[in-house]
Nanobody, 121 residues
């Protein structure tokens, strides 16, 4: 199976920056896409950014120009650099990977446990 561990969340003032990391481990054959989602209290989980195995990136309109997603395929790790943070970015951020485990012919979506990002003065 595949496990995802996020890190890098915390409390930051408006206008500040944070960098989230998501490390995938386990019996991995390949990782297709890796992405970041977030869920604020009382709201549905929403896509923030996604990056495919060939490096194609997609961002939610609300974070374009402020957030940057990247990945290190050798380390099975994805990153989310968040700049110019706003109060409305406050949420639990979840990493998701679409991956194929060794011995499995199929790819599945795997989720991390989430990391809290709070933007407040």
């Amino acid at each position: 199976q595949v496990q995802l561990v996020e890190s890098g969340g915390g409390l930051v003032q408006p206008g500040g920056s944070l960098r989230l990391s998501c490390a995938a481990s386990g019996s991995i054959f390949s990782i297709n896409a890796m992405g970041w989602y977030r869920q604020a209290p009382g709201k549905q989980r929403e896509l923030v950014a996604i990056i495919t195995s060939d490096g194609t990136m997609h961002y939610a309109d609300s974070v374009k120009g402020r957030f940057t997603i990247s990945r290190d395929n050798a380390k099975n790790t994805a990153y989310l650099q968040m700049n110019s943070l706003k109060a409305e970015d406050t949420a639990v951020y979840y990493c998701k990977a679409v991956a194929q485990a060794k011995g499995s012919p199929y790819s599945y979506g795997y989720w991390g446990q989430g990391t809290q990002v709070t933007v407040s003065s």
